[in-house]
Every structure is written in structure tokens, then in C-alpha cells.
């Protein structure tokens, strides 16, 4: 079992826009008055444009939140006074004594 991959091909992007590429064909259809699965080059065609665009929408994803997080590292970096370290605490600290009510 190895270390498994942080940008797979298929993912959820990809499948939810290729189901959506695949009923926009499948809606085509109806519309025209063909059946619905009458010229599968089609369907292929949108899955395939559908697979691509949510590749292309998790990449952006992806860049969205590590910038994000790269500007919070980096103010914190530059802050750290701001960011101080709570002193720990046993749990029989942050509790007080139980004592139940009749």
C-alpha cells in the first residue's frame, strides 16, 4: 500500500462534470426529438469536455487554498506576538469538581 496521490485524475470534480457533460447530451436529445442515447460519439464527447473542465476546476481549487493558506503561514510568521503558545493544562485543571444535584 503506498502513499496515494493528492491530485487523482478522477475525483469528484471530474466525475460530477462529466455526469453533467453526459445529461447536457442526453438533453440535447430530448429536445430534439431523437432518442435519448442515439449518437453516443456525443455522449463521449460531452463526458470528455465534462471530465476536463472539472480537472481544470480542481486545479483552480487547489491553487484557491494554498494561497490561502500561505498568506495565513506567512502572517503568522510575521506576527508571532500575536500568536503566543497557551500554557498547557491538565483536564482536572479545566474542570471543576462534579457534584450531582438530587
Not at 496515494?4 to 453526459?22: I, K, M, Q, W, Y
Not at 429536445?31 to 442515439?38: G, Q
Request: net charge positive; aromatic share 12%; proline share 6%.
Amino acid at each position: 500500500m503506498g502513499i496515494p496521490d493528492e491530485n487523482p485524475v478522477v475525483n469528484r470534480h471530474t466525475l460530477s462534470f462529466a455526469c453533467l457533460g453526459l445529461f447536457a447530451s442526453i438533453i440535447n436529445n430530448g429536445m430534439a426529438r431523437r432518442p435519448v442515447f442515439s449518437g453516443y460519439h456525443r455522449h463521449l464527447i460531452g463526458v470528455a469536455i465534462g471530465g476536463g473542465l472539472g480537472h481544470f476546476m480542481r486545479k483552480l481549487e487547489r491553487r484557491h487554498w494554498a494561497e490561502r493558506d500561505w498568506y495565513i503561514d506567512d502572517y503568522i510568521n510575521r506576527h508571532p506576538q500575536d500568536f503566543t503558545l497557551p500554557k498547557k493544562q491538565k483536564v482536572g485543571e479545566l474542570f471543576d469538581v462534579w457534584q450531582p444535584v438530587k
